[in-house]
């Protein structure tokens, strides 16, 4: 039981550059959730998906898209990637939106040039 | 807008003496409180929840509803102690609310 799975580990993009972050799980939860980490502003809820085929902004969306692809996957995508997105990034989820414990993946470091 | 405060951004304590990492949460009614735990470089694991009323690596956290706190506490610090902690409000259909953090240091 791999839990909550992300890839890749660490990214240098530069700016204008896309790409897309991907996050699975295998523990048949409903709900997934994509935050941004950052000193001093803890952790920011980008983009969630309460179920699968609905997402949803979070505090701070702009600047990204995400994807629920299937009950497994939710991935995270940069169009024109920006120096302020640089981050860490981390994919929870959870059973169901009301049942509140996420478990988190590993995170992404992202460095945009 | 649901809020949880960390008044604490880093906290630095002795190795043996007691830590209190305070969170106060926004809510007036009775929501789902969570402690989360993230060592250096590593994904935010959960160190408990206040329905548990379990202790986690001798962590324990007091509900108390008069003054919306959630205080974390553990009588005496390690130095595997060294971590960021986040407190959590979950409201009814509303999405899990964090706080901001509060970055422990255990001086040995």
């Known amino acids: 039981n791999a839990g909550v799975t992300q890839t890749p580990k660490f990214q240098v993009l530069k700016t204008g550059q896309s790409m897309t972050l991907q996050c699975a799980q295998d523990?048949?939860?409903?709900?997934m959730y994509w935050y941004r980490q950052d000193p001093g502003m803890g952790l920011r809820l980008i983009y969630y998906?309460?179920?699968?085929?609905?997402?949803d902004k979070g505090e701070v969306p702009n600047g990204y898209n995400v994807s629920r692809l299937n009950k497994r996957e939710f991935s995270l995508r940069l169009e024109s990637a920006a120096p302020s997105q640089t981050s860490v990034y981390f994919c929870?989820?959870?059973?169901?939106?009301?049942?509140?414990?996420?478990?988190f993946g590993p995170g992404t470091r992202l460095l945009v040039l | 807008a649901q809020r949880v405060t960390q008044p604490e951004k880093l906290l630095s304590v002795f190795k043996g003496a007691p830590v209190e990492l305070k969170c106060n949460y926004s809510?007036?009614?009775?929501?789902?409180l969570f402690w989360y735990v993230q060592y250096s470089r590593q994904r935010l694991q959960l160190l408990l929840r206040?329905?548990s009323r379990e202790s986690i690596k001798g962590f324990t956290a007091d509900l108390n509803k008069g003054e919306t706190s959630f205080h974390l506490k553990k009588p005496f610090a390690q130095e595997e102690d060294s971590a960021m902690y986040y407190c959590?409000?979950?409201?009814?259909?509303?999405?899990?609310?964090f706080g901001t953090g509060t970055r422990l240091t255990i001086i040995p």
């Open positions: 809510y007036s009614g009775s929501p789902e």
């Open positions: 523990m048949n939860h409903n709900s």
């Open positions: 929870a989820s959870s059973e169901s939106y009301t049942r509140k414990t996420q478990y």
């Open positions: 998906s309460a179920s699968e085929g609905t997402t």
């Open positions: 206040h329905i």
């Open positions: 959590a409000q979950g409201v009814g259909n509303e999405k899990l609310t």
